[in-house]
């Protein structure tokens, strides 16, 4: 520890955090182990060059591993030990019918010998039986579409289909989307990931000035949480895919700070200490932009790397606009977390092929 950290720890107490020391704050808390890790932080050398600097590292959390990985796989590894304690036979979830979230959850699921009910809103791709939703179907969950215009219309739909099934004589568990104890839970996972980053980076000599990804509230909260509590300068600026009422920036403290409670941490984090940037969104969640597919064909054709088109293509957009602009320096050193999504490459095949 430099002398520095050493003494801002000593008059904080606790703070900043060694990660064996955060680690051991994480491994307090019940976990169920899904994911490979860690997973890979794979050097971009053409990438790089091909937008003149700065250098660019990718976080490879698409091969978390399960079901075709993605984020959803660390925050759930945190989430389904209080989830198991109350022995349900069904955990119950839903989002869009492309959702990776789902996706995972089920998979979950099937690998405990629970089963997956889904209410799943049409959103742009509806019932097509392609990436997600395909997915879902092969690991045997019970799928029901609905028409929603409010993704938080969507919580009463969940808790009806609790209770039709415990009529039933069912055990079911409701996994609420927008609950604080689910986000805050879940946002651990990638505390975890902070701290497997850092020593990452430690390990190769590096040290990154900007963490960049595709984020709305569990993964930015969880990132931006651990790399307080290690004490960082790096920057984490996330690129919202998806446009809701209420402030992101808020919501992401909100649920950091709920998430440093349940490591006892004497961490709060600020909204004015988080960067998310709704500048690349486009029409709406979940509609392909011409940035975005740009994105998504360059990073392919230059590292045979697959971003997913909803989240981890608009996060590149957004960072690809910013090294434009001139808003990161050439000898800078970014990552980017790749969130993962990638079976949606295969329900957006006609937008991303057009020309
Ligand atoms: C869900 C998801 C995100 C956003 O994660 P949050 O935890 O909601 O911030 C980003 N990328 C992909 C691929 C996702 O599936």
Excluded at 207 to 225: C, F, H, R, V, W
Excluded at 264 to 272: D, F, K, R, T
Excluded at 310 to 321: E, F, H, P, R, T
């Amino acid at each position: 520890m430099s002398a520095s950290r050493e003494a801002a720890a000593n008059s904080a107490g606790v703070l900043p955090l060694t990660t064996p020391q955060l680690r051991a704050r994480i491994a307090e808390l019940p976990r169920l182990r899904l994911a490979h890790l860690p997973t890979p932080l794979d050097f971009c050398p053409r990438l790089t060059a091909a937008l003149g600097g700065p250098r660019i590292y990718i976080k490879r959390d698409d091969l978390t591993g399960l079901a075709f990985g993605g984020n959803k796989t660390r925050q759930l590894e945190f989430l389904f030990p209080g989830i198991l304690e109350q022995k349900p036979d069904t955990v119950i979830a839903g989002a869009y019918t492309q959702s990776n979230w789902c996706r995972q959850i089920t998979a979950t699921a099937a690998k405990l010998g629970l089963k997956a009910r889904l209410i799943l809103v049409h959103g742009e791709k509806g019932p097509v039986p392609q990436g997600n939703l395909l997915l879902d179907r092969l690991m045997g969950a019970e799928v029901t579409v609905v028409d929603l215009r409010d993704m938080h219309d969507l919580a009463p739909l969940l808790a009806a289909a609790g209770e039709e099934l415990r009529r039933a004589g069912r055990r079911p568990y409701v996994i609420q989307p927008f609950d604080l104890e689910v986000l805050a839970t879940s946002a651990i996972g990638y505390v975890n990931q902070a701290a497997e980053l850092d020593d990452q980076l430690s390990e190769a000599g590096l040290k990154a000035d900007y963490i960049y990804l595709a984020g709305a509230n569990i993964t930015p909260a969880g990132i931006q949480l651990g790399q307080k509590a290690l004490g960082r300068a790096t920057k984490v600026v996330s690129i919202c895919p998806i446009s809701w009422k209420d402030d992101r920036a808020a919501d992401i403290s909100r649920i950091a700070s709920a998430a440093a409670r349940r490591l006892n941490l004497p961490i709060s984090l600020e909204p004015g200490e988080v960067s998310v940037d709704e500048g690349y969104i486009g029409e709406r969640y979940g509609v392909v932009t011409p940035a975005g597919r740009a994105a998504l064909r360059f990073v392919a054709e230059t590292e045979g790397i697959i971003l997913d088109p909803v989240y981890s293509a608009k996060a590149m957009s957004g960072l690809i606009d910013h090294i434009r602009r001139g808003r990161i320096g050439k000898n800078e050193t970014v990552v980017f977390v790749h969130t993962g999504g990638t079976p949606a490459v295969f329900a957006y095949a006609n937008e991303l092929i057009a020309d």
